[in-house]
């Protein structure tokens, strides 16, 4: 599969993953965004996104994730979400493993961490096919794992 990043978002794509998220509701955009980001969703919280990165498929645009921050070895992402009306074709599996790849280029990068709600399952799963592991249960306001990968 050829999957590409592009640092950032351009308008338009900003535009259509408001759109994708939207159509699916609060509950949808939760899951990817984390209940800080407002419902619903606009261009100006996205396009506002640090360390956004635009994910591709070939030359079409298929979704988002973040690298929400680096703390010494270890990266967070999060706010990872493609087309919905692409799941189940093994894009997010293939972009997350050349995401990850990507960020284990750096050696100074011993792990990477995520976190998801224990209501995505199919997130969940796709996280434990990579090899990341629960790390930490966080259960209030909602149940959640953090999860980690390492070199």
């Known amino acids: 599969m050829d999957i590409r990043f592009e640092k950032g978002i351009l308008r338009e794509n900003a535009l259509l993953l408001c759109e994708w998220s939207n159509e699916q509701g609060k509950a949808f955009q ?4 984390g209940p ?3 419902y619903p ?3 100006g919280k996205v396009t506002g996104l640090e360390n956004l990165f635009s994910i591709f498929q070939q030359e079409r645009f298929i979704g988002v ?3 929400v ?3 010494g070895d ?3 992402v ?6 919905p009306r692409k799941t189940g074709e093994g894009l997010g599996t293939a972009a ?3 995401f990850t790849d990507l960020l284990f280029e750096d050696e100074n990068v011993q792990s990477i961490t995520l976190t998801v709600f224990d209501s995505n399952r199919r997130a969940k799963r796709l996280y434990e096919k990579l090899g990341f592991v629960i790390d930490e249960i966080i259960e209030t306001p909602k149940l959640k794992y953090v999860m980690r990968k390492t070199r």
């Open 74 to 76: 270890s990266v967070h």
């Open 36 to 38: 800080l980001i407002s």
């Open 69 to 71: 921050r680096a703390d």
């Open 65 to 67: 994730i973040q690298k």
């Open 41 to 43: 969703l606009d261009c």
């Open 78 to 83: 999060g706010r990872f979400v493609l087309d």
């Open 30 to 33: 939760e899951q990817w965004m």
């Open 96 to 98: 997350l493993k050349r």
